[in-house]
Nanobody, 119 residues
Framework: QVQLQESGPGLVKPSQTLSLTCSVS??????????WSWIRQPPGKGLEWVGI???????YYNPSLKSRSSISWDTSKNQFTLQVSAVTPEDAGTYYC???????????WGQGTQVAVSS
């Protein structure tokens, strides 16, 4: 059974870089036809798609976050990582990683991790 677990600092200072890791167990992140997502939810707001890394390693980003976001992976650890630079309080919220099956509504989510941005 595939499971995803987010990890990272609960608090980041403004202008710093936020780095989050999603650890995947029970299946490889290079399995064909899957892609791996980062989604966030600011307090009191809806879900916002941040970006994905395809099973080929190709990445795609929300245009509104593209200039500050970077998704990478470590296949030896079966993990993928999100970095968001120059954070502001608007970057605070719950961050989720998820596994998606291409051309399908099949989506498996992690439990989420809270991020606060404050000096």
């Amino acid at each position: 059974q595939v499971q995803l677990q987010e990890s990272g600092p609960g608090l980041v200072k403004p202008s710093q870089t936020l780095s989050l890791t999603c650890s995947v167990s029970g299946g490889s992140i290079t399995t064909e036809n899957f892609y791996w997502s980062w989604i966030r939810q600011p307090p009191g707001k809806g879900l916002e798609w941040v970006g994905i890394i395809h099973y080929t390693g190709t990445t795609y980003y929300n245009p509104s976050l593209k200039s500050r976001s970077s998704i990478s992976w470590d296949t030896s650890k079966n993990q993928f990582t999100l970095q968001v630079s120059a954070v502001t309080p608007e970057d605070a919220g719950t961050y989720y990683c998820a596994r998606n099956l291409m051309a399908s509504e099949d989506c498996l989510w992690g439990q989420g991790t809270q991020v606060a941005v404050s000096s």
